[in-house]
């Protein structure tokens, strides 16, 4: 199994790289400016020695002497052959520096112009100059050359060790100081986990570094969201069941009641009968409502332009003929709105029929449609019981119903105005609840601009 690497050992391996890689190319920097300073600086030496031996020759014979005590470079590091011109006065003579004679006998290769590797001895500087009174030839030992460049990387070295040790000292504090954060997330995290109890707590939030505190942020955010949808889950099925169980024991409470006294009492089978068929009617919107509530949070509707006037030239008045009350309806033709059309009757015509239920018959129900500057407005608006204001924010939640002991009287599920809320989420639309003036409620369901 592969094992996980964590961010401080990423952030540590990767420093250790980096220096590497930086010793490196540093080390062969300097090894090439060195050398070429070093090599600059040799043949610079061997010219000078050159020029040096040549100012020593002010007589018939050139004065070694003179210039092995005068000379940075002694006869150890040095060879110094001298071939005398012959003239009027003198012969021809060659003048050698000490040793210089059994180093000749050593076989030489040349490696350029300056440069030769003598076998068994190194590798020398060579400069030869020609002149009227002689020809002057310099060897010098390029070793001591070689031992200046080694002491200078090996103290490049040592500075660039030192250096990464100390780097990877203090990256590897700073990547601690980053990762613990992370880290405490991760354990905070764990511990909820295995805790379900402490599962809802929300998570520490770190101060620095910038990134872990948003993403503490988010978490929360995401972790109250989902605690929140659970809870609204929970609630709904728990609202679901004690709705179910209503009508199943009204049910039950008659079946009973007919096996005890159904043979002597031949007259309870119609009222029993009728009470049978309102519940099971009731079971049967509610199982509908439930199974309309889970089809659309998985529905996703094609949205299409809508022109609302024609959407409900015909349905309206065949609804409104249905209702006690009147149904005043006033929408510009103009008005266009990009939605499903099925969903927004389905909107509109549950609204219609939840003010009817809290209306006083006789009363007007107004259905109006206008075009905003912020897009286009539906509203369903009635003069019933109305809404209180610390009431308005959950009547769009599942099962909810105002005044509940009121509400037991006016038939209902409780899930209409849910699946509305939910309608209106699907056409990117919002919906709004207001109080009517001077009494009553108003529902503004918005749509965006075209």
């Given at each position: 199994?592969?094992?996980?690497?964590?961010?401080?050992?990423?952030?540590?391996?990767?420093?250790?790289?980096?220096?590497?890689?930086?010793?490196?190319?540093?080390?062969?920097?300097?090894?090439?400016?060195?050398?070429?300073?070093?090599?600059?600086?040799?043949?610079?030496?061997?010219?000078?020695?050159?020029?040096?031996?040549?100012?020593?020759?002010?007589?018939?014979?050139?004065?070694?002497?003179?210039?092995?005590?005068?000379?940075?470079?002694?006869?150890?590091?040095?060879?110094?052959?001298?071939?005398?011109?012959?003239?009027?006065?003198?012969?021809?003579?060659?003048?050698?520096?000490?040793?210089?004679?059994?180093?000749?006998?050593?076989?030489?290769?040349?490696?350029?112009?300056?440069?030769?590797?003598?076998?068994?001895?190194?590798?020398?500087?060579?400069?030869?100059?020609?002149?009227?009174?002689?020809?002057?030839?310099?060897?010098?030992?390029?070793?001591?050359?070689?031992?200046?460049?080694?002491?200078?990387?090996?103290?490049?070295?040592?500075?660039?060790?030192?250096?990464?040790?100390?780097?990877?000292?203090?990256?590897?504090?700073?990547?601690?100081?980053?990762?613990?954060?992370?880290?405490?997330?991760?354990?905070?995290v764990t511990s909820r986990t295995a805790n379900l109890k402490t599962a809802n707590d929300a998570l520490p939030v770190p101060k620095s570094p910038?990134?872990?505190?948003?993403?503490?942020?988010?978490?929360?955010?995401?972790?109250?969201?989902?605690?929140?949808?659970?809870?609204?889950?929970?609630?709904?099925?728990?609202?679901?069941?004690?709705?179910?169980?209503?009508?199943?024991?009204?049910?039950?409470?008659?079946?009973?009641?007919?096996?005890?006294?159904?043979?002597?009492?031949?007259?309870?089978?119609?009222?029993?009968?009728?009470?049978?068929?309102?519940?099971?009617?009731?079971?049967?919107?509610?199982?509908?409502?439930?199974?309309?509530?889970?089809?659309?949070?998985?529905?996703?509707?094609?949205?299409?332009?809508?022109?609302?006037?024609?959407?409900?030239?015909?349905?309206?008045?065949?609804?409104?003929?249905?209702?006690?009350?009147?149904?005043?309806?006033?929408?510009?033709?103009?008005?266009?709105?990009?939605?499903?059309?099925?969903?927004?009757?389905?909107?509109?015509?549950?609204?219609?029929?939840?003010?009817?239920?809290?209306?006083?018959?006789?009363?007007?129900?107004?259905?109006?449609?206008?075009?905003?500057?912020?897009?286009?407005?539906?509203?369903?608006?009635?003069?019933?019981?109305?809404?209180?204001?610390?009431?308005?924010?959950?009547?769009?939640?599942?099962?909810?119903?105002?005044?509940?002991?009121?509400?037991?009287?006016?038939?209902?599920?409780?899930?209409?105005?849910?699946?509305?809320?939910?309608?209106?989420?699907?056409?990117?639309?919002?919906?709004?609840?207001?109080?009517?003036?001077?009494?009553?409620?108003?529902?503004?369901?918005?749509?965006?601009?075209?």
């Amino acid at each position: 199994m592969t094992k996980k690497l964590t961010q401080r050992y990423l952030i540590i391996e990767t420093t250790i790289r980096t220096f590497l890689i930086a010793t490196v190319i540093s080390l062969v920097l300097t090894s090439l400016v060195v050398s070429v300073g070093l090599f600059s600086s040799g043949k610079s030496a061997t010219v000078k020695m050159v020029d040096s031996l040549q100012d020593t020759f002010v007589h018939v014979t050139p004065n070694t002497d003179a210039w092995v005590a005068t000379a940075k470079q002694g006869p150890s590091t040095s060879y110094v052959q001298i071939d005398v011109a012959k003239t009027a006065t003198t012969r021809a003579s060659v003048f050698e520096s000490t040793g210089t004679t059994s180093f000749l006998q050593k076989s030489q290769q040349s490696l350029g112009k300056i440069v030769r590797y003598v076998h068994g001895d190194g590798l020398y500087f060579y400069e030869t100059r020609h002149t009227q009174k002689a020809t002057y030839h310099v060897w010098l030992k390029i070793d001591y050359l070689l031992n200046e460049l080694a002491i200078i990387l090996i103290t490049v070295l040592a500075a660039l060790l030192f250096s990464a040790l100390l780097g990877v000292v203090l990256i590897g504090r700073t990547s601690r100081r980053i990762s613990q954060p992370l880290v405490a997330l991760t354990d905070a995290v764990t511990s909820r986990t295995a805790n379900l109890k402490t599962a809802n707590d929300a998570l520490p939030v770190p101060k620095s570094p910038a990134e872990v505190e948003a993403l503490a942020q988010r978490f929360n955010q995401l972790l109250r969201a989902l605690n929140d949808e659970l809870l609204q889950e929970q609630r709904f099925v728990s609202d679901a069941s004690h709705e179910l169980r209503t009508p199943l024991s009204v049910i039950r409470g008659y079946v009973m009641l007919l096996k005890r006294r159904g043979k002597d009492h031949p007259e309870l089978f119609d009222e029993a009968v009728n009470f049978l068929d309102s519940e099971t009617q009731r079971l049967t919107h509610l199982v509908e409502s439930l199974l309309t509530i889970t089809r659309n949070e998985k529905l996703n509707l094609a949205l299409t332009p809508v022109n609302v006037a024609e959407l409900f030239s015909d349905v309206l008045p065949q609804y409104g003929a249905t209702l006690t009350q009147t149904l005043d309806v006033a929408i510009d033709p103009a008005v266009t709105v990009r939605a499903d059309a099925d969903s927004l009757k389905q909107i509109v015509l549950a609204l219609i029929e939840n003010a009817s239920k809290y209306s006083p018959a006789e009363s007007t129900i107004s259905v109006s449609a206008k075009q905003e500057p912020i897009g286009s407005t539906l509203q369903v608006r009635d003069t019933g019981v109305g809404i209180p204001d610390d009431e308005k924010a959950k009547i769009f939640d599942r099962f909810y119903r105002v005044d509940e002991a009121r509400s037991s009287e006016i038939p209902g599920t409780g899930l209409g105005l849910a699946i509305v809320s939910q309608l209106a989420a699907l056409n990117h639309a919002t919906i709004a609840v207001t109080d009517n003036q001077p009494q009553g409620t108003v529902f503004t369901l918005t749509f965006p601009a075209l």
